[in-house]
C-alpha cells in the first residue's frame, strides 16, 4: 500500500491493514510518516473492524503505596533518586483500597488498577495484595496491578487472586530506554511482561511519548509491541506530564499532532487492543483528544488524579463525551 499517493481511495480501496505479526521499522515508519488524513483514514476504518468507534472504556487508578521508589526513572514523581517533594507513604490498608474502588465503581468505572511505587514487590507484601485483588474483584470491577518486576510464582499468585490484568510498560524504545532510566534495562521489562503471559494474566503494556525521544524511537516502541508473541490487550500511551526536580522535568514536548501519529499508529498495528489515550490528558485540548477517540484510542483513566498527578476529572470528561456522542464501554463489551 503506497500511504503517499495523492488519491487514498483509490490506492487503499478496502484500507487492509497490513499483516499485524510481520512488523518491521521500515513498515511502521511508512506508516508514522504517511499525509496525516490517509494514517487516520486507515486508523479508523481498521477501529470500526474492530470496535464500537463511539465507546470508549473507563479505567481508574490508585497508588497503593506512593513515593521512595529505589528505581530511577527520570520522568517520575515517585523515584526516591529525585527531589520531586512528593511525600513517600507505606502500602494503604486493604479496606481503604476497596472504599476508592467502590466509590470509583458507582462513578462508573469499569477496571481499578492499583499501582505501587516498588522494583518489586517483596514476598511479605504478597498476602496484602492478594487480598486486595480478591476485594475489588468482589465488587464486579475488572482488576489490574502494576507493582513493577515480578517472577514467574508472584504473576502465578495474582492469576490466582484473580488478576486480570498486569500493567508493565516498555515505556520508550530499546535505544532510548538507557537515557531515562539506569537501574533496569528493556530486557528485565520483556521478562516481566513474559511472566505475566505465562501466567495467564492479561499484559496492559505501552509507554511514554514526549520525553526528548525521535520519532523513530516510538515507532520502534509500538514494533517492540506488536511483535511480542501476543499483542497486549491493553496499550496505554503516556504523554510525558513534566514533574519538576525530575531529569525530564524540561523535556522537549511532543506536538499535538505527532502525538495522535502514535494513537493511529498503536491502533492499526494492534487492532484489537484497547489503546488508552493515558496519562497527560490535562494539558491537551478536547480538539487533541477528539483527534486521539479518532484515531482509535478507546480508554481513559477517570478521575481527578492518575497516581500523583492530576487528570481532567468525571465532569470535564463527561462534558466531552457528550459533545463527542462517545459513551462509557459496557463492562460485557471488553
Ligand atoms: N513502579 C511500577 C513500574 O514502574 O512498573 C508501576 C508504577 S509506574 C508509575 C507506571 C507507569 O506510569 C510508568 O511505567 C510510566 O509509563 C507511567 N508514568 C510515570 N510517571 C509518568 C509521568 N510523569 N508522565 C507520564 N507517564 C508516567
Ligand atoms: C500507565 O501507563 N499510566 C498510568 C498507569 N499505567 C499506571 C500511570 C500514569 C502515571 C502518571 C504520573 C503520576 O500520576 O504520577
Ligand atoms: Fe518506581 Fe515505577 Fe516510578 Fe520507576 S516508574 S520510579 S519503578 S514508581
Given at each position: 500500500?503506497?500511504?503517499?499517493?495523492t488519491n487514498?481511495?483509490?490506492t487503499?480501496?478496502?484500507a487492509?491493514?497490513?499483516?499485524?505479526?510481520?512488523?518491521?521499522?521500515?513498515?511502521?515508519?511508512?506508516?508514522?510518516?504517511?499525509?496525516?488524513?490517509?494514517?487516520?483514514?486507515?486508523?479508523?476504518?481498521?477501529?470500526?473492524?474492530?470496535?464500537?468507534?463511539?465507546?470508549?472504556?473507563?479505567?481508574?487508578?490508585?497508588?497503593?503505596?506512593?513515593?521512595?521508589?529505589?528505581?530511577?526513572?527520570?520522568?517520575?514523581?515517585?523515584?526516591?533518586h529525585?527531589?520531586?517533594?512528593?511525600?513517600?507513604?507505606?502500602?494503604?490498608?486493604?479496606?481503604?483500597?476497596?472504599?476508592?474502588?467502590?466509590?470509583?465503581?458507582?462513578?462508573?468505572?469499569?477496571?481499578?488498577?492499583?499501582?505501587?511505587?516498588?522494583?518489586?514487590?517483596?514476598?511479605?507484601?504478597?498476602?496484602?495484595?492478594?487480598?486486595?485483588v480478591?476485594?475489588?474483584?468482589?465488587?464486579?470491577?475488572?482488576?489490574?496491578?502494576?507493582?513493577?518486576?515480578?517472577?514467574?510464582?508472584?504473576?502465578?499468585?495474582?492469576?490466582?487472586?484473580?488478576?486480570?490484568?498486569?500493567?508493565?510498560?516498555?515505556?520508550?524504545?530499546?535505544?532510548?530506554?538507557?537515557?531515562?532510566?539506569?537501574?533496569?534495562?528493556?530486557?528485565?521489562?520483556?521478562?516481566?511482561?513474559?511472566?505475566?503471559?505465562?501466567?495467564?494474566?492479561?499484559?496492559?503494556?505501552?509507554?511514554?511519548?514526549?520525553?526528548?525521544?525521535?520519532?523513530?524511537?516510538?515507532?520502534?516502541?509500538?514494533?517492540?509491541l506488536?511483535?511480542?508473541?501476543?499483542?497486549?490487550?491493553?496499550?496505554?500511551?503516556?504523554?510525558?506530564?513534566?514533574?519538576?526536580?525530575?531529569?525530564?522535568a524540561?523535556?522537549?514536548?511532543?506536538?499535538?499532532?505527532?502525538?495522535?501519529?502514535v494513537?493511529?499508529?498503536?491502533?492499526?498495528?494492534?487492532?484489537?487492543?484497547?489503546?488508552?489515550?493515558?496519562?497527560?490528558?490535562?494539558?491537551?485540548?478536547?480538539?487533541?483528544?477528539?483527534?486521539?477517540?479518532?484515531?482509535?484510542?478507546?480508554?481513559?483513566?477517570?478521575?481527578?488524579?492518575?497516581?500523583?498527578?492530576?487528570?481532567?476529572?468525571?465532569?470535564?470528561?463527561?462534558?466531552?463525551?457528550?459533545?463527542?456522542?462517545?459513551?462509557?464501554?459496557?463492562?460485557?463489551?471488553?
Amino acid at each position: 500500500m503506497d500511504m503517499h499517493a495523492t488519491n487514498p481511495t483509490k490506492t487503499m480501496p478496502q484500507a487492509q491493514a497490513p499483516d499485524a505479526t510481520t512488523w518491521t521499522l521500515e513498515k511502521a515508519r511508512a506508516l508514522h510518516d504517511a499525509p496525516f488524513n490517509n494514517l487516520l483514514f486507515l486508523a479508523q476504518t481498521v477501529h470500526r473492524q474492530n470496535f464500537d468507534p463511539n465507546k470508549v472504556q473507563l479505567s481508574r487508578l490508585l497508588s497503593i503505596k506512593t513515593g521512595g521508589c529505589p528505581e530511577d526513572c527520570g520522568y517520575c514523581s515517585q523515584s526516591a533518586h529525585h527531589e520531586s517533594g512528593l511525600k513517600a507513604s507505606k502500602l494503604m490498608e486493604g479496606r481503604r483500597v476497596i472504599a476508592e474502588a467502590t466509590k470509583a465503581r458507582d462513578a462508573g468505572a469499569t477496571r481499578y488498577c492499583m499501582g505501587a511505587a516498588w522494583r518489586n514487590p517483596k514476598a511479605r507484601d504478597m498476602d496484602a495484595v492478594v487480598a486486595m485483588v480478591e476485594g475489588v474483584k468482589a465488587l464486579g470491577m475488572q482488576t489490574c496491578m502494576t507493582l513493577g518486576m515480578l517472577d514467574l510464582d508472584q504473576a502465578q499468585q495474582l492469576k490466582m487472586a484473580g488478576l486480570d490484568y498486569y500493567n508493565h510498560n516498555i515505556d520508550t524504545s530499546e535505544r532510548y530506554y538507557n537515557e531515562v532510566i539506569s537501574t533496569r534495562t528493556f530486557a528485565d521489562r520483556l521478562d516481566t511482561l513474559a511472566n505475566v503471559r505465562d501466567s495467564g494474566i492479561k499484559v496492559c503494556c505501552g509507554g511514554i511519548v514526549g520525553m526528548g525521544e525521535e520519532p523513530m524511537d516510538r515507532v520502534d516502541m509500538l514494533v517492540t509491541l506488536a511483535n511480542l508473541p501476543e499483542h497486549p490487550e491493553s496499550v496505554p500511551i503516556n504523554m510525558l506530564i513534566p514533574i519538576a526536580g525530575t531529569p525530564l522535568a524540561d523535556a522537549r514536548p511532543i506536538e499535538p499532532i505527532e502525538f495522535v501519529r502514535v494513537i493511529a499508529l498503536a491502533r492499526i498495528m494492534m487492532p484489537k487492543s484497547h489503546v488508552r489515550l493515558s496519562a497527560g490528558r490535562t494539558a491537551m485540548t478536547d480538539e487533541m483528544q477528539a483527534l486521539c477517540f479518532f484515531a482509535g484510542a478507546n480508554s481513559i483513566f477517570v478521575g481527578d488524579t492518575l497516581l500523583t498527578a492530576d487528570n481532567p476529572g468525571e465532569d470535564k470528561d463527561s462534558l466531552l463525551f457528550r459533545r463527542l456522542g462517545i459513551e462509557p464501554m459496557d463492562l460485557e463489551t471488553q
